[in-house]
């Protein structure tokens, strides 16, 4: 009864070093998050206004700041499930198409809004990072079954900072024709194909088999997207004249962000069917 009792306290005291550890990263992406804002409002602003100062360094501001919020999703669903009546009632083939709808929606609603209106292009960019992260949570526990969330974590941190440095310094070289024009038309194949898999694929192993060529497929495709958005961004940086140019930090950033998040997301997918295959 002893031994049971001390078993008890000991599992009790686990959970609650576990919760403790998780409110702990809670807190610090708090602090973190608020410590970004500071520095994109002192960064990105001049005399009140958006300024093309610094403007690599504030985009990248932005993404980290997608990145960090997305983190706190995860976390906040992890200790309180506030995600999880979402998540179930937009699951399955129709919550896909939705999502999807929904996440287009906001795409287009970014690339259109007027850069000087800072709420709503802020707001929408915002709207885009909070619906992303929510579906990230799925693929999170997925990749915490299969054991593999830090090391697609680490291999896209890698990927993002050499494909980076490749499209930014020697993006002109590398890329000699608009290539974006038929990488769109091959995502939006790859889109369709998974489509048509959910509705007539129905064995397990197919599915897997499915999605990991998809997935390779797709960390081919959205590697290049980066690599030609770091060119762009060189060139954006170049064009943006203060007085000229009102810079667009908010769309900036989402593009590369979204093709990062899909970066990280493949190497899931490919990590953990590898894992399960074994």
Known sequence: ????????????????????????KIFSCLVIIVLICIA????????????????????????????????????????YSVFNPLLNLLSG?????????IIIGLTYALHNVDPKNILASNGIWL???????????????????????????????????????LGYYMGDKIITFDWDYYLQFALLGLIVVLICGYMFINDMATMLTFIYVLSIIGLIIFV????????????????????????????E??????KIVNIFSNLV????????RR
């Open 1 to 24: 009864m002893a031994m049971s009792s001390r078993k008890s306290a000991s599992l009790f005291q686990t959970n609650n070093i576990k919760d403790s550890n998780n409110l702990l």
């Open 40 to 79: 994109i409002g002192h960064y990105a602003f001049k005399n009140g206004m958006l300024t093309c100062d610094h403007y690599v360094f504030n985009t990248y501001l932005y993404i980290i700041l997608a990145i960090v919020l997305m983190f706190l999703i995860v976390l906040l669903n992890d200790q």
């Open 93 to 101: 083939f129709i919550g896909f198409i939705i999502l999807l709808g």
């Open 127 to 165: 709207a885009l990072v909070l619906f992303i992260g929510i579906l990230m949570i799925r693929l999170v526990v997925f990749g915490r079954m299969t054991g593999v969330v830090g090391l697609a974590g680490i291999l896209t941190v890698v990927i993002v900072i050499v494909v980076g440095l």
């Open 224 to 251: 290049l997207l980066l690599l030609s958005n770091h060119k762009k961004l060189k060139e954006n940086s170049e064009k943006c004249i203060d007085g000229q140019v009102v810079p667009n930090y908010p769309k």
């Open 253 to 258: 950033s989402w593009s590369l962000v979204i």
């Open 269 to 276: 997918r490919i990590l953990g069917i590898r894992r399960l």
